[in-house]
């Protein structure tokens, strides 16, 4: 008499889902409280942090952590609404996604060497905090479920603090405060528009760029950010946010798709123009 596999060919698959469903049921909860967790309490670090400071061992030079975590009020408004004109220009009118700029970024990427992202402000909070540094559309995937979660669960300020405060702005270097110190000897709430605009300037990538030594390509990043340029607010009057929205997504997205490749044929041109002033960084 043979013995028939399927019973626990079945029992096997039940196992399976029984399991499934815990794993899934455990990280529901799990993340869930860790969002509500960071909704009152400071981010101590973030898993790149740890990544890229454990990575340096290999390398020429061990790369420290350096970070100072304040509350957004010890930020001055103008390196919040600097990095808002760099990085997020509808912060705060999206629900955590901006279309608009990911088709633009698309278009962008096809004519372009150097690529641009069009993530946004949460989406990068979302990154930095609860996830590891990774480009598989898994990583992405749950960049995305953390991002609704923190956008329901935060509030739009609670997201700019902790992503001020977590930013990497130079190798080693975390948070909007530390940098602050760093480069420019001063607090985070002292720092000037010229020096904020400056700060956000760099964070398409804050490793080759250098808040100590910006290039022609940065400085003209910088006088743009500086530009006059409002906030957009889920405040605004209907009538005159969808005038705003018009006028100032185009700023944004005339800063966020800037091209470094344009740029550089203007420098063999010679045309570089004057740099701002109140800028330049103390030495590092």
């Known amino acids: 008499m043979t013995n028939n596999p399927i019973p626990g060919r079945v029992s096997r698959i039940k196992r399976f889902f029984k399991w499934l469903l815990v794993a899934t049921v455990g990280f529901l ?9 960071y909704r009152f309490v400071p981010v101590p670090y973030t898993p ?14 061990f790369i420290g952590i350096e970070k100072k975590w304040v ?15 760099a990085e997020d ?52 995937g749950m960049e995305v479920y953390f991002t ?33 110190q760093k480069y420019f000897r001063k607090k985070a709430k002292s720092l000037t528009s010229a020096q904020a605009a400056l700060m956000a300037a760099v964070l398409p990538n804050p ?35 969808v005038l705003d929205t018009v006028q100032e997504a185009q700023e944004f997205f005339d800063i966020k798709f800037d091209s470094e490749e344009d740029e550089e044929v203007k420098d063999h041109k010679g045309e570089k123009g004057a740099e701002p002033t109140d800028s330049t960084p103390a030495n590092d």
């Open 148 to 180: 609704v979660l923190i956008e329901n669960l935060w509030s739009k300020k609670r997201i700019l603090e902790v992503y001020l405060n977590v930013i990497e702005l130079g190798p080693g270097v975390y948070g909007v405060e530390a940098a602050s």
């Open 207 to 241: 490793i080759r760029f250098k808040i100590s030594r910006p290039s022609a390509y940065i400085l003209r990043r910088q006088r743009k950010i500086m530009g006059r340029g409002k906030i957009l607010t889920a405040s605004a009057k209907p009538e005159i946010k």
């Open 29 to 37: 909860v799990i993340s869930i409280c860790s969002v509500i967790f």
């Open 48 to 61: 790149l942090m740890f990544w890229k400071s454990a990575a340096s061992i290999f390398s020429k030079e």
């Open 89 to 140: 220009g509808k912060f705060y009118v999206h629900n955590g996604f901006d279309f608009e700029a990911i088709e633009k970024a698309m278009k962008y990427n096809k004519t372009h060497k150097k690529k641009k992202g069009a993530s946004t402000i949460s989406q990068q909070t979302a990154k930095n905090v609860f996830l590891w540094p990774s480009r598989s559309w898994l990583r992405k």
């Open 71 to 85: 509350p957004i009020e010890q930020i001055a408004k103008s390196v919040q609404h600097s990095v808002i004109r």
